[in-house]
């Protein structure tokens, strides 16, 4: 297969840094932000959450200051239950001093110690949820109450939003358009994300929901993004969930609403090796994989008590790894 590097086609596309919806450690929210805007993304999609988004323009200011690179700044938000808007939880009085503390090692994020779930840290993969031996692990919801949603969206004022629905949520969605329309924020774009977790739904199920999105987005002025998302929560590191991502892609061409066609959820390095030149996606978000890549850098700046671009050899190296992860899908 042709390297997706020699296709014009590919190149410049935009790309999304995906922080986390959740609210992860703020500290290196402001390092990753500040590492991918300048290494080129368009996008960085954070938690709705005012102090989250503060971090996260800190490190953008200092992109555009120094790379004159400044990606849009979107926001998360979920019209119901949503796997992206949960966390875990145990009491470790509870744990017995012998446990090989298989829940520490599952962990992506070491989000987990003697103390239990470090909240922020945590990202809610739920893969400890099942590697408790005693099952005393488990998750709770932390999503945005509607009433509190505009104040959130002014104060903050994102360049875009990001909806995760499901299948049957049209109404409840209707309402978070309604809360955003009210806002009067100025949405550059307004994305849905959507994948096929209902496990009988099919392809065709999940067009109908982006077709009925639609025409409720239909009276906003933001250009639509379809988030399609392959496996959400993956831990995205794997060539399977890359095939994932991609099969969704494969299966909803030609099925989509007008508007631009985003992957996401499994997305790694893996990604732009396993499109077809015919199926190439406007876009692709990169979550965990991303993140993961530049980890070791911002821990080591954290040890010393400074930001990452405090550290210009560090900085330099972090910002060359984030253009390695998204070098097929951008001119840089
Ligand atoms: S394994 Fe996942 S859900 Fe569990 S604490 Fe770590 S990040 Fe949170
Ligand atoms: S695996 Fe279960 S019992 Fe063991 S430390 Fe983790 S939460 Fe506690």
């Known amino acids: 297969m042709k390297n997706l590097t020699e296709r014009k086609t590919v190149q410049n596309k935009w790309v999304k840094l995906i922080c986390g919806a959740s609210n992860e450690d703020i500290a290196s929210i402001e390092d990753l932000c500040a590492i991918y805007a300048a290494a080129g993304v368009d996008y960085i999609d954070i938690a709705a959450d005012p102090s989250v988004a503060r971090a996260a323009r800190n490190g953008i200011n200092w992109s555009r200051k120094f790379f004159g690179n400044r990606p849009g700044l979107m926001i998360s938000i979920s019209d119901g239950k949503d796997i992206h808007f949960r966390k875990a939880k145990f009491d470790p009085n509870k744990c017995p001093a012998d446990c090989s503390r298989p829940c520490e090692k599952i962990c992506p994020t070491s989000a987990i110690d003697i103390n239990g779930v470090n909240e922020s840290r945590c990202y809610g993969c739920g893969r400890c949820l099942t590697g408790c031996p005693l099952n005393l692990i488990t998750e709770y919801e932390y999503g945005i109450p509607n009433k509190f949603l505009k104040d959130i969206l002014v104060e903050i004022k994102p360049d875009a939003v990001e909806i995760h629905t499901e299948i049957d949520r049209q109404d409840s969605f209707k309402e978070i358009c309604k809360i955003i329309k ?64 991609i099969n969704l892609l494969e299966k909803m ?56 671009y405090e550290i210009p050899e560090k900085m330099t190296l972090a910002v060359n790894k984030a253009k390695s992860l998204i070098k097929p899908w951008k001119i840089n």
């Open 253 to 308: 061409s030609g099925l989509l609403p007008p508007g631009l066609i985003q992957v996401a959820g499994g997305t790694n390095e893996n990604t732009y090796k396993l499109i077809k030149d015919q199926n190439i996606p406007d876009g692709i978000a990169f979550g965990s994989v991303a993140r993961k890549l530049v980890k070791p850098f911002i821990d080591d700046a954290y040890k010393l008590n400074k930001k990452i």
């Open 182 to 245: 009210d806002s009067d924020v100025e949405l550059q774009k307004i994305s849905v994300s959507c994948g096929l977790t209902q496990s009988n739904a099919q392809p065709i199920d999940l067009a109908k929901v982006f077709w009925k999105r639609y025409e409720i987005l239909e009276e906003h002025r933001a250009k639509l993004i379809w988030q399609l998302d392959g496996r959400p929560m993956s831990g995205d590191l794997a060539s399977t969930t890359a095939k994932a991502a």
